[in-house]
């Protein structure tokens, strides 16, 4: 099946600081790529949709300011969580989209962020 | 309203039986797809199965076969012959919008279930 690589797994940083969570399609080009966050014990909660090229489209109350995401290319996305907070502890999921008009939708393994 | 319901917090089954989990939607979008994650305690998110909105058989992987009822909008996940690496949260998700266009996929709150030796 197609591979979807997040980095990092894991993330400590201090409160104030920036974290950038990078997304890659590693065989196949994706047109679109989701972020999501999952809080411990909790369904996904998407925030955003990234197509490539293109701004992304944020979920009614995420911050776009706090939460950046560049889709640079087909197969990279990036969230940045600017000025991280305790409260932006939380577990990053990204996935993909294979192609245009295809179903398909793989998901990376997640980030763990942990701001102290 | 919720897009997408699942009932059923916590499930058991004995290992070797069947297994169904349910998941209900809504949506007034005519072209939208159906999908069943599997979320280990690793916290991958692992596909299962999808089913098309157009779709006029219901979809089949494997162990896993998706019960898609269009009318009642339903669309529960059924496990066959269980086995106790099956124990894991389970998520029914939907995706609305054109292929390339804005897309909006909504997941459901989840089932965590264990597989009994």
């Known amino acids: 099946g197609a591979v979807v690589s997040q980095h990092p797994s894991w993330v400590i940083c201090k409160s104030g600081t920036s974290v950038k969570i990078e997304c890659r399609s590693l065989d196949f080009q994706a047109t679109t790529m989701f972020w999501y966050r999952q809080f411990p014990k909790q369904s996904l909660m998407l925030m955003a949709t990234s197509n490539e090229g293109s701004k992304a489209t944020y979920e009614q109350g995420v911050e776009k300011d706090k939460f950046l995401i560049n889709h640079a290319s087909l197969t990279l996305s990036t969230l940045t969580v600017t000025s991280a907070h305790p409260e932006d502890s939380s577990f990053y999921i990204c996935?993909?989209?294979?192609?245009?008009?295809?179903?398909?939708?793989?998901f990376g393994p997640g980030t763990r962020l942990t701001v102290t | 309203a919720q897009k997408i319901t699942q009932t059923q917090p916590g499930m058991f089954v004995q290992e070797k039986e069947a297994v169904t989990l349910d998941c209900t939607y809504d949506?007034?979008?005519?072209?939208?797809?159906l999908f069943w994650y599997k979320q280990p305690s690793s916290g991958e998110m692992i596909f299962l199965i999808y089913?098309?909105?157009?779709?006029?058989q219901n979809a089949t992987e494997g162990r896993y076969s998706l019960n898609f009822q269009k009318a009642r909008k339903s669309a529960n996940l059924v496990i066959s012959a269980s086995q106790l690496g099956d124990s894991a949260m389970y998520f029914c998700?939907?995706?609305?919008?054109?292929?390339?266009?804005?897309?909006?996929?909504?997941f459901g709150t989840g089932t965590k279930l264990q597989v009994i030796p």
């Open positions: 998700a939907m995706r609305e919008g054109p292929s390339g266009g804005y897309q909006k996929v909504t």
């Open positions: 996935s993909a989209i294979r192609g245009r008009s295809s179903y398909e939708q793989y």
């Open positions: 089913q098309g909105s157009y779709d006029q």
């Open positions: 949506t007034s979008d005519p072209s939208y797809g």
